[in-house]
């Protein structure tokens, strides 16, 4: 039972580290990642990260470039998340001026964090529990920083690193860095198997984005090749991209109708002068300030239910405004009594149909064709099932003698 318990607290602990990602990304009121309309409609994306987030830059900006992207480095060499320069990364991104606006933020850190942290009054030694306590508060302050400023976050987590040391290092930090981006609703992107080899291994070598295979790392076993980079970013690039189409999706709403219901509307939007409206626009809008509102009608209807039981319905109709009685009747032709024609059918089971005759130049014309729907041809064939009278002389058609050739 205290188990249980205990596992309940870590859920509920779990869920409250994400609620601040949550209201964050829910104050954009965008349902997209990234935001549908960056400032002067154009995104920019900010780097931010030790050495081996500052070769990303180039090669991000090429596979970015036609997607209306500007990048900025903002890493610093040198200066992970353990970084002892006397500010931190959060405080960093904190003084960046308002005015410094951005859209999306590349993070990548891990390659320098193998030291340790200078405390108020001591120095916590890498791999220990204190040190991993206060590395996991720093990747926080920073996801934080970076939701206040309300931009699309995409943290990259570290390739594979020659020699066990180092690989052991990596995976740790990756580890933090996929607990703490997730519950902050952030996207962690994974770089790992990216630069291994067929078993899983670290290996110099390996294919490009176009498949060749070229040398995508240097000889100190963790900084990376042009081609390398251009791996990386392309990881980036991909994620960006599906986020970019969805954004994009929710900016472009299509007009409703066809063509010439698009240009009705973009004709009413513009401004026109006096007296320069289109003779049957004149018309139309002379009809629509005379037409009347059509006035709401009340009717019912008697249902039967199986147990023989009648219940009325009650059918209500709206009041049509007179702009759009004008609309109707100056395209279609009719007359007011012809709108709003509905014929109830019972049917067996206790069940009634209501068939609503719409206004169109068919029910004008075949007004004396109307059928109950229990006899129309189409119910009876893919309803009840039965077979409609064959035409003489077709397939179909087994009376005798023959009659049709």
């Not at 959060?90 to 999306?104: G, R």
């Not at 070229?214 to 963790?222: N, S, Y």
């Amino acid at each position: 039972m205290r188990a249980r318990s205990g596992w309940l607290i870590f859920v509920f602990a779990a869920l409250c580290l994400a609620l601040p990602a949550s209201a964050a990304l829910a104050q954009s009121n965008y349902a997209s990642y990234l935001t549908p309309f960056p400032a002067s409609d154009r995104y920019r994306l900010f780097i931010f990260g030790d050495s081996l987030a500052g070769g990303l830059a180039p090669s991000l900006s090429a596979e970015l470039n036609s997607q209306n992207f500007e990048v900025v480095n903002k890493s610093a060499p040198g200066l992970g998340i353990t970084r002892s320069d006397g500010t931190e990364w959060d405080k960093a991104i904190d003084a960046l001026p308002p005015s410094d606006q951005f859209q999306v933020a590349v993070v990548m850190f891990g390659a320098d964090d193998r030291a340790a942290m200078r405390m108020p009054k001591q120095w916590i030694a890498p791999g220990t529990p204190a040190w991993q306590e206060e590395y996991s508060r720093r990747v926080d302050a920073v996801l934080k920083s970076l939701h206040a400023r309300k931009v699309a976050i995409y943290w990259l987590g570290l390739p594979i690193m020659r020699g066990p040391l180092a690989t052991a290092s990596a995976k740790a930090v990756n580890a933090t860095f996929l607990e703490r981006v997730r519950l902050s609703g952030a996207k962690y992107l994974d770089s790992w198997d990216s630069f291994v080899d067929a078993s899983g291994a670290y290996t110099d070598f390996g294919p490009d984005t176009t498949g060749i295979v070229k040398q995508l790392r240097l000889q100190d076993g963790v900084r990376l090749t042009i081609a390398g980079y251009q791996k990386l970013s392309n990881l980036i690039e991909k994620e960006i991209t599906h986020d970019l189409s969805i954004a994009k999706r929710e900016r472009d709403v299509p007009l409703a109708g066809d063509e010439s219901e698009q240009q009705n509307v973009r004709d009413e939007a513009l401004p026109r002068a006096a007296g320069s409206m289109p003779a049957a626009s004149a018309k139309a809008a002379k009809a629509a300030s005379s037409q009347k509102d059509y006035p709401a009608e009340d009717g019912s209807v008697v249902a039967v239910g199986s147990d023989g039981a009648r219940v009325s319905m009650a059918i209500v109709r709206p009041i049509i405004p007179g702009v759009a009685m004008a609309q109707i009747l100056s395209s279609r032709d009719l007359q007011q009594s012809e709108l709003g024609q509905t014929m109830p059918t019972d049917l067996k089971g206790g069940f009634t149909v209501l068939s609503s005759v719409a206004t169109s130049l068919d029910a004008k014309a075949n007004q004396s064709q109307h059928l109950p729907l229990t006899e129309n041809p189409f119910y009876k064939l893919l309803i009840k099932g039965d077979s409609l009278p064959a035409t003489p002389g077709r397939v179909d058609d087994f009376s005798w003698p023959r009659t049709g050739g």
